[in-house]
């Protein structure tokens, strides 16, 4: 019965963590998208500071810039996986939560019917 209940109290240590990871991703979304657009666009910016001095020392063309110089990962992305995981977590705290209620309820019923 003891094992039932400390792999009942694993799991809801799991869905925590689990939950409080997702919390952190969620939280941090938009402060991460952000440090990754400014750092593509300095890039983009370097590329391009590189790609006019070519164009005066050789007099022609440089080269269109690249799309993904521009693009940063989605901040919508993160903020997905932070809800799926915390939806995960939430299955897993009812679910460890049924069986720690069915535990008691077993040990009810043999404390019951030793009397």
């Given at each position: 019965m003891l094992s039932i209940i400390s792999s009942s109290l694993a799991g809801?240590?799991?869905a925590?963590?689990?939950?409080?990871?997702?919390?952190?991703?969620?939280?941090?979304a938009g402060v991460r998208a952000g440090e990754e657009l400014e750092a593509a666009t300095l890039a983009a910016g370097n590329r391009s500071y590189g790609n006019a001095n070519s164009l005066t020392n050789s007099?022609?063309?440089?080269?269109?810039?690249?799309?993904?110089?521009?693009?940063?990962?989605?901040?919508?992305?993160?903020?997905?996986?932070?809800?799926?995981?915390?939806?995960?977590?939430?299955?897993?705290?009812?679910?460890?939560?049924?069986?720690?209620?069915?535990?008691d309820d077993m040990l009810g019923r043999l404390v019951d019917a030793d009397h």
């Open positions: 809801l240590y799991a925590t963590d689990r939950a409080s990871r997702a919390a952190e991703r969620i939280a941090n007099g022609g063309m440089p080269p269109p810039p690249s799309l993904s110089a521009y693009a940063a990962p989605s901040p919508d992305a993160q903020m997905i996986y932070g809800l799926a995981d915390l939806m995960l977590a939430e299955h897993a705290y009812k679910a460890n939560i049924a069986v720690l209620k069915t535990a």
